[in-house]
């Protein structure tokens, strides 16, 4: 069955940066594009970041564009997300998402950034 586990989330101060990894298991990982998607409390969901197969089509939401990198490692079946310049506002749980046709299918179980002063 697919697994998706993140890790790298953390407590961090503004202006500081943070690396979130997604290891992948249970399904060919170098066939499918993959998001980053976020939610922060009492907030919905937020798509932050895609990636395509090869890492060669990339977009991000204007909210992390600049500041945020999408980046995979097929041979290891793992996604990361590095974030830079991070901001209060980026809180929140992000989640490794395996794409199905343009949509959202199989999630991981997240990991809490927090940016506090």
């Known amino acids: 069955q697919v697994q998706l586990v993140e890790s790298g989330g953390g407590l961090v101060q503004p202006g500081e940066s943070l690396r979130l990894s997604c290891v992948a298991s249970?399904?060919?990982?170098?066939?499918?594009?993959m998001h980053w998607v976020r939610q922060a409390p009492g907030k919905g969901l937020e798509w932050v970041s895609r990636?395509?197969?090869?890492?060669?089509?990339?977009d991000y939401a204007d909210s992390v564009k600049g500041r945020f990198t999408i980046s995979r490692d097929n041979a290891k079946n793992t996604l990361y997300l590095q974030g830079n310049d991070l901001k209060i506002e980026d809180s929140a749980v992000y989640y490794c998402v395996k794409d199905l046709v343009g949509g959202f299918d199989s999630w991981g179980q997240g990991t809490q950034v927090t940016v506090s002063s």
């Open positions: 990636i395509d197969e090869w890492g060669a089509v990339i």
């Open positions: 249970g399904f060919t990982f170098a066939r499918y594009w």
